[in-house]
């Protein structure tokens, strides 16, 4: 009987000094220690968001390099690579690195800015293919809006019109949110198939 008691009394204070939250995440299922939770949690941070849009900082900036210029395009890889860096260094597993580097090399960097420096390119082309009428009578109806024409010429860049960035910019952003998921599930298909 008193060693019943004592069991239950250590019972008792073991849940009151452990508390237990559920969480809903893909890695956490079912009631697990807060403690254990706030380990975890630390180490998942970088995988979650807002914080995991920063990767995307370079792919945006190269989408709408037109409009913001060459320097804040080449300044917009600082986020993304310092966060790629932060992450890597976090997770603790040396095991898949060189999975994990060449994924984020693949599909963080270099797919990504060919693919938005061809459709950059592609689009640059299929605008000075437009006839010139079209283009003229585009920019005077625009201009019957003061407010909409200043704005817009803020954005004449290397020689180019405003209009033109902001046509060739918005192709990028297009072909980014389009493409984004794909490269990613390809190149981890590709990685899997040849790192296991």
Known sequence: MISAIS??????TYNNKIQYLSSDTKNFTAHIP????KQAE??????????????????????????????????SWIPSV??????LNSSGKKDNLAKELAFQGIASFLLPYLTLRTTRHCASKAIDKLPQDWKTSFKQKTQDFPKLDKFVKRF????????????????GIGVL?????????AVMKL?????G
């Open 7 to 12: 069991n239950n009394n250590i019972n008792n």
């Open 34 to 37: 807060k403690v254990i939770y």
């Open 42 to 75: 630390k180490q998942n941070i970088w995988h979650k968001y807002p914080l995991k849009y920063v990767v995307y900082s370079n792919d945006f900036g190269e989408a709408v390099r037109p409009v913001i210029g060459n320097m804040m395009a080449r300044l």
């Open 82 to 87: 310092s966060y790629t860096l932060l992450a």
């Open 156 to 171: 004449a860049k290397n020689n180019k019109s405003g209009y033109k960035n902001i046509a060739v910019s918005t192709a």
């Open 177 to 185: 949110l389009a493409c984004v998921k794909p490269i990613d599930e």
């Open 191 to 195: 990685l899997n198939k040849h790192f």
